[in-house]
């Protein structure tokens, strides 16, 4: 396999007082974003015990009949509150839809910002309180893991740190459990059909809680792909479409994709969980003028996320 440095950063050394370490950080994390698009972030505020729990329960959802699954399947959300179901979504480009179902839930807000007549109400399962609970506690503590990280790749953008506060409270992102199913007869699938298709993400920085199994790879800057596996309770971030408009291709976003497991585990489930943040909609992304060089013009057209996220939905098959 090719050679990739994939660092591994400490979130306590910039959110505890020492400048030094602060400063150190956002250097590391904006050099891993400039050569891989990834970084391994440890002790990020969820313990072994919370992502166990939350595995657990993502487990006991998916294990529900069908029929069950399906009544949290709401027409007209696109697939941005609730359940998913197979066959549903595609990369972009892609014709084969993805081999996998998915829960989202989103952003629930707690003052009086206006936005909060913008968002859907997230769905509750019934059957499954725990569910409920570990969900809207691990959108919580990744929501503000985020925050942090955007205020280092701000200091690292020379930017002021809460240049994104604004921009991301109350923001409109996702927390998305995946279970990529088993595929029990391997023959009855299209031969172009993975469990995700190459793709880059639609939002700023996601986040991702590990795996119950191998299988994402990342597209290095030399064409080649490499596996990623988060270390214990790690979790993997990396850059999205709307930071890489933001920042003119400064940060890039990076291709990354889920193989399907070799033919004898084709039976088995994988399981994970990205959390996808967003901004407001009405967040500019307009290329910063310090990203804009003699030798990088301008890249992309004026627009806002709110845009550009609609633009996304309907090229992977979410909104028509």
């Known amino acids: 396999m090719p050679a990739i440095n994939i660092p591994r950063l400490n979130l306590l050394d910039f959110i505890g007082d020492d400048h030094v370490k602060q400063h150190a950080f956002s250097q590391e994390l904006g050099k891993a974003f400039n050569d891989t698009g990834f970084?391994?972030?440890?002790?990020?505020?969820?313990?072994?015990s919370r992502i166990d729990e939350l595995y657990k329960q993502i487990q006991a959802f998916f294990s529900l009949p069908e029929e069950s699954k399906r009544n949290y399947e709401i027409p007209g959300l696109f697939g941005q509150r609730g359940y998913t179901g197979k066959g549903r979504e595609k990369a972009k480009d892609a014709l084969t839809p993805d081999l996998k179902e998915f829960w989202q839930c989103g952003q629930t807000v707690l003052d009086d910002d206006p936005?909060?007549?913008?968002?859907?109400?997230?769905?509750?399962v019934s059957e499954l309180q725990d569910f409920n609970d570990i969900l809207r506690e691990v959108y919580a503590q990744l929501e503000e893991t985020g925050k942090q990280l955007l205020r280092a790749?701000?200091?690292?953008?020379?930017?002021?740190?809460?240049?994104?506060?604004?921009?991301?409270?109350?923001?409109?992102?996702?927390?998305?459990?995946?279970?990529?199913?088993?595929?029990?007869?391997?023959?009855?699938?299209?031969?172009?059909?993975?469990r995700s298709a190459e793709h880059e993400d639609i939002n700023l920085i996601t986040l991702l809680i590990g795996a119950s199994a191998d299988g994402l790879e990342v597209l290095t800057r030399d064409g080649t792909w490499f596996p990623v596996?988060?270390?214990?309770?790690?979790?993997?971030?990396?850059?999205?479409?709307?930071?890489?408009?933001?920042?003119?291709?400064?940060l890039k976003s990076t291709t990354h994709r889920v193989v399907n497991p070799p033919r004898?585990?084709?039976?088995?489930?994988?399981?994970?969980?990205?959390?996808?943040?967003?901004?407001?909609?009405?967040?500019?992304?307009?290329?910063?003028?310090?990203?804009?060089?003699?030798?990088?013009?301008?890249?992309?057209?004026d627009m806002t996320?709110?845009?550009?996220?609609?633009e996304r939905l309907r090229e992977i098959g979410l909104k028509m």
């Open 39 to 48: 970084v391994m972030i440890a002790n990020h505020g969820l313990d072994a």
């Open 115 to 124: 936005v909060r007549h913008d968002y859907p109400e997230n769905i509750m």
């Open 153 to 194: 790749i701000a200091r690292y953008l020379d930017l002021s740190d809460s240049y994104f506060d604004k921009h991301v409270h109350n923001g409109n992102s996702i927390l998305r459990a995946l279970h990529y199913f088993p595929i029990t007869d391997p023959d009855s699938i299209a031969p172009d059909a993975v």
């Open 229 to 250: 596996k988060a270390q214990g309770e790690d979790i993997v971030v990396n850059v999205g479409d709307m930071l890489q408009r933001l920042t003119n291709n400064l």
């Open 264 to 301: 004898e585990l084709l039976g088995t489930s994988r399981f994970s969980v990205p959390f996808f943040l967003h901004p407001k909609s009405n967040m500019d992304l307009t290329c910063l003028d310090s990203c804009i060089k003699e030798d990088n013009p301008k890249q992309y057209a």
């Open 305 to 310: 996320a709110g845009e550009y996220l609609d």
